[in-house]
Antibody, heavy 118, light 108 residues
C-alpha cells in the first residue's frame, strides 16, 4: 500500500518561496507519476503539476512561471517549490500518485496547510 | 483547459435516499477520462470512480458513475451516514488536469 506524507514549513512570508517535500513509502517513485494539488481554505481543488521519475514534468499553465517540481529517487521523495508567494497561495497542499501521465489520482497524502503571511 | 461545472452546489437528503450528482464539461472529455472523489472535513480526497464508471478498489457498489462526452453523473443509490461529504469530479483527458467546484451532500 503506497503512502505519501507531505512535510515543510507551515508559514511562509509574502514574496518568498514555498518549499514542500513528499515522502513516498510502500512503493518506489521510479514507476509512477507524482503530483501536487492544492486547496485554499473552504474552496476547491487545483492541480499544480506532476513529475515522472525520468525527470519529465508537466505544470498547470496558471502556475508554470512560479513552480518547480523535482525528485530525489535516493530518498524516494519529490518536492515542490513555488516562488514569489502571496496570500492567494495559502492552501492545503497535497501530494498524490497517478499511474500514468494525465491520469486519475489514486493515492493521496494527508495534506499540509501552508499559510502565506508576514 | 476543460472547465467542469458541478451541480447542484449542495444536495440535502436523508439517509437511505438516492443522490444524483452532475458534472458538466466545457468540452468533451476524451475516452471518458473522468474521475470522482469524496472528501470529508479535514481529510484528503478519496478516489471513488475512474474511467467515468469503474469503481476504485474497496468502493461499495452503491456508488456508480455514468455518462460520457460532456455530461457525467455520480449516483449513490442509498445514502449511508458515512456518505455525507463533498464530491468532486476531475477530468484527466487533457492537460491541465482540472476539477469541478464540488457538490456537498448534507443531511436533511
Amino acid at each position: 500500500q503506497v503512502q505519501l506524507q507531505e512535510s515543510g514549513p507551515g508559514l511562509v512570508k509574502p514574496s518568498e518561496t514555498l518549499s514542500l517535500t513528499c515522502t513516498v513509502s510502500g512503493g518506489s517513485i521510479s514507476n509512477s507519476y507524482w503530483s501536487w494539488i492544492r486547496q485554499p481554505p473552504g474552496k476547491g481543488l487545483e492541480w499544480i503539476g506532476y513529475i515522472y521519475y525520468s525527470g519529465s514534468t508537466n505544470y498547470n499553465p496558471s502556475l508554470k512561471s512560479r513552480v518547480t517540481i523535482s525528485e530525489d529517487t535516493s530518498k524516494n521523495q519529490f518536492s515542490l517549490k513555488l516562488r514569489s508567494v502571496t496570500a492567494a497561495d495559502t492552501a492545503v497542499y497535497y501530494c498524490a500518485r497517478s499511474g500514468d501521465y494525465n491520469d486519475y489520482l489514486d493515492y493521496w497524502g494527508q495534506g499540509t496547510l501552508v499559510t502565506v503571511s508576514s | 483547459e476543460i472547465v467542469l461545472t458541478q451541480s447542484p452546489g449542495t444536495l440535502s437528503l436523508s439517509p437511505g435516499e438516492r443522490a444524483t450528482l452532475s458534472c458538466r464539461a466545457s468540452q468533451s472529455v476524451s475516452s471518458s477520462y473522468l474521475a470522482w472523489y469524496q472528501q470529508k472535513p479535514g481529510q484528503a480526497p478519496r478516489l471513488l470512480i475512474y474511467g467515468a464508471s469503474s469503481r476504485a478498489t474497496g468502493i461499495p457498489d452503491r456508488f456508480s458513475g455514468s455518462g460520457s462526452g460532456t455530461d457525467l453523473t455520480l449516483t449513490i443509490s442509498r445514502l449511508e451516514p458515512e456518505d455525507f461529504a463533498v464530491y468532486y469530479c476531475q477530468q484527466y483527458g487533457s492537460s491541465p488536469l482540472t476539477f469541478g467546484g464540488g457538490t456537498k451532500v448534507e443531511i436533511k
